[in-house]
């Protein structure tokens, strides 16, 4: 079964940091392009980064200069370091996985999700 699984939301505060990790199993992704969404209440569904499988990285400009996105090809993992953390980064975050690396990443052609980690950031 076809599986991506997030972990590492919390509760932080403003300044900050988190690291999400998203493990995907079922099959080989090291072909896909990985990344992260997110979804405050109330809001659509919004793109905050992705990697492809050339290793290219993608990031909104909201996120720009403070999120780092990286993957682990071997273990099929791809992860997410938050810094400097501010109260509007506050969202569901999803780990998505596109089949064909469409960059920057369209929500609508996203092939596999994951269940979400909630993000708090106090301020």
């Known amino acids: 079964q076809v599986q991506l699984v997030e972990s590492g939301g919390g509760l932080v505060q403003a300044g900050g940091s988190l690291r999400l990790s998203c493990v995907a199993s079922g099959r080989n992704f090291s072909t896909y392009a990985m990344g992260w969404f997110r979804q405050a209440p109330g809001k659509d569904r919004t793109f905050v980064s992705s990697i492809a499988w050339t290793g290219a990285t993608y990031y909104a400009d909201s996120v720009k200069g403070r999120f780092t996105i990286s993957r682990d090809k071997a273990k099929n993992t791809v992860s997410l370091q938050m810094d400097s953390l501010k109260p509007e980064d506050t969202a569901v975050y999803y780990c998505?996985?596109?089949?064909?690396?469409?960059?920057?990443?369209?929500?609508?052609?996203?092939?596999?999700w994951g269940q979400g980690t909630q993000v708090t950031v106090s301020s």
């Open positions: 998505a996985a596109d089949r064909f690396n469409v960059h920057p990443m369209n929500d609508l052609g996203v092939g596999y």
